[in-house]
């Protein structure tokens, strides 16, 4: 750390812990409490990423989330656009700059900058609209060398929570004004709530009069005060992201986004030090006096070694001590007024031995190696008009420039919560219009044009008892804002703000907007090609719209349209502040996520096997389960092969539950359900389908009579909350006397399937229950005791083989499970998962709800026409269907083979089905078929490609074409032997 100081007084840094990282491939060390940035200046790093469009180095230059000239990402932690100048830094972290090709110092993408004047401003408007069918490729190079981080897809998801929170008075802003006044109003018996966007409390009290005794004695009896009161919170590290309707204001931290409600809001939010704009005025070297001050106090560190002061103010020549005081050589102050600094400060640079050039501005910075630096400035007088005298210009050796030349007023929160700014010439800035200011909302501090410091105390006391008046809390009205054009004045100077500091230089690129790369030129062109308005200058030369949304681009841009057209800053105006204040993580605005998280009673046992997870609806459920020395496809068709040639079982708890009983249970069923259920016989099961009003499927299961007036349905897995709901809103509407009951979480579920399934279950089966066919034929429902435990059981067969699906109480799964892995070891029985199974229903052609099937399928094109029984009195669904039934079908689910589907060329579900440019359907499953060793799948198709035998090309997603062949289904088993006849013993 070759440019650590040594200890400041106010820094933030802990020298015993000491963090080690790597940035762009480089190993480098810093103290805890350092940012990302200020650790790299420490170690001597200047360059720190590249602009926007053209790729010119940057390095520090607000050190506030001011600008995005560091912009990293973490590979470690798998974040990408990180604000170095604010992000922690962290042991271990693996950085590099964003939007590089090649790496920070030999991007490719440099060469950019070169061509920098055949890329003006709107050139993509102009340039790419013809002709048309290549805008698609012009807009994706334009986002690769305009992006910014990439997302990283295997970043496992956080999970981030919202909260909620409630306050008397809320102030934004821990600077002097900001902590008077809470400490006012929470003196009143206001709960106060404190919010400042740094780690620790103090403001400008840490940074700008650190160096002064008295100031440090007022901070530190404010802070200690402020902790003494039990209705005073601070809360640092913390955004006041956005403002809106009644005082309802967003918080952001590291954690989580909060949403407060405030009775009265007191914004003290300070102003943002503002740059000047002169040649060069982008390369690393040049910051603002704010940053430079940052780095010595807070994190003692050594900007540079050798600087120069560009000044328009007090705060300047401040900030040239401050350097001198650290041991930083500082070779001049270039101050912008003809007539200097007026008060005591400048014979206190004057006896530092430092030179003062007033009425002169630096023209432009020298670039030095590989533009990554700067060895040198530039420094022209000024004429009386406040024209550069460019032929008259001298240089000053030097690799860093400060620059403290204005003030722009942090406002955003201001505006958003109803607020409204005037212009003072006296200051220079936009300050609050007293009489367009909301009730409950007060601002303080330099947001009002107050700088002085103890000037600062008293305005915010004043705001502070002003919301304690406007509650209730005190009698009396508070003493009002100071006028914009009123007696106060700082420190007995000239306006803190230049009027104009603006010298763009003939020939080396001058920059307004560093987010966007927007020069001074651009913003000329702008207004010569009628882009003359500032809402319309912003939107046309992307001005303020980069990540800092013109922090410190648009008080210059204002000044600049308004010299150009002639008018005063005030006719000119502002453009709109909307929320967020700061880049607000997705996953804040995200939350939580509340998507309910839902586990199987045998989930331990899959765990303990293996299971590879997927989510299913709520559930998770095994996927398959890994074996040893056997790839994802290889242990499903294991699997696949184990049902079809000995015995498998599933959890299949995941299935909705329910049942339905009363005096008009099967009349009930009759109309939800499109087929025939009140004249089945008890103990015995039929597929169930469901239709909606339109006529289009949207569920379908198993439907088993227990009793005369008593029946076990099932639902798929995603469907069993949302049927459930349905059967309960038509129970209410049709006023049946049934009785609904939900018993999907309390009854788990276990198919046990395959020709050696019998012989398994068996030994379980307590007397009195027969498993023998003739006995407990397929589609047979029977109950009886497993292991002495309650148990109904379903001979039914997606997967096409001789099963049992098994259902008893969810506390005893584990127990039957066990069993049952037991009963099977001499027969190799294996659990199975959900790509298995999936495969197995595929070669049976059955059809998967949701999958299969979409928002607008109806039976008879899904191929399930047999289910519906049109003949029934009602049934929901039952009029579309017939309407439907007299238009001619649009499409047809089909099976198909394709034999050339292996490895790089696979089919996957959703690839369409396209011949002579026109989409003919869409693949809905597909997969290698283990046993008829081929590729097998389901699609829609339209009718006059349905017939078997027909050949139809299958888009890929590589967008070659594959010839599948319509086949009959079901693709095995067509006559359904292995579920339906007898099977003899083995």
Known sequence: MTHRLPPQASEWIDRSRRLGFRFEGRSYTGFAGDTITSALAANGVRLLGRSFKYHRARGVY?????????LMEDRKGGRTNLRADVTPLAEGMALSAVNTFGGLRQDRARLLDWFGRFLPVGFYYKTFYKPRRLFPFYERRMRELAGLGAVDPRRPRVSTAKAYD????????????????????AEASARVVVVDENPRPGGSFLYQWSDQPEARALATALLERAAALPNLEIRPATVAAGAY???????????????????????????????????????????????????????????FDRGVVLAANAEGYQAALDLHRAGVPVAAVIDLRPGGEPSAMADEVRTAGIAIHAGHAVSRALPGPGRAAIRGVEVAP???AGRVGFNRAFELPCDGLIMSVGWAPADGLFYQAGGRMTWSESLQQFVPRSESTPAGLFAAGRLNGVYPLQDQLADGRRAGQGAAAYLGLTRGDSAPAPSSEGTLTHHGSPPPSHPYPVFPHPTAKSFVDLDEDVQYKDIIHAVQEGFDHVELLKRYATLGMGPTQGKLANMNAIRILSQVKGQTVLETGVTTSRPFYHPVPLGHLAGRGFHPHRLTALHSRHLAAGAVWMPAGDWQRPAYYAATGRSREESIAEEVLAVRSRVGLIDVSTLGKLEISGPDAGAFIERVYTGRFASMAIGTTRYGLMCDESGTVIDDGVVARLAEDRYYVTTTTTGSGAVYRELQRWA??????????????????????????REVLRPLCDSGLDLSAGAFPYLGVRAGRLLGVPARLLRVGFVGELGYEIHIP?????????????AGRSHQIRPFGVEAQRVLRLEKGHVIIGQDTDGLTHPVEAGLGWAVKRDKPFFVGQRSLAILGKKPLGRRLVGFTCSSSGGERRIEECNLIVAQGQILGRVTSVSYSPVLRTVIGLAFITPAHAAPGTRFPIRLDDGSLVTATVAELPFYDPKDQRQTQPLAPN
């Open 382 to 384: 000024l004429d009386d």
């Open 166 to 185: 409630f306050c008397d008075v809320l102030v934004v802003g821990a600077g002097p004004a900001g902590l008077s006044a809470a400490i006012a109003a």
């Open 810 to 822: 969810a506390y005893s799964a584990g127990l039957i499970w066990d069993r049952l892995l037991e």
């Open 245 to 303: 309707a009644d005082f309802w204001v967003a918080l952001v931290d590291d954690l989580r986004l909060v949403k407060l409600r405030a009775r009265s809001v007191i914004i003290a939010s300070g102003c943002i030090a503002q740059p000047a704009v002169f040649g060069n005025n982008d390369l690393p070297g040049v910051m603002l006096a704010t940053a430079a001050q940052r780095l010595v106090h807070l994190y003692a560190v050594k900007p």
């Open 732 to 757: 209410i509407l049709w006023g049946l006397p049934v009785v609904l009951t939900n018993a999907t979480g309390s009854l788990a579920a276990i198919n046990l399937a395959g020709p050696q399934a």
């Open 62 to 70: 607000s050190l506030a989330n001011h600008d995005v000239n560091a």
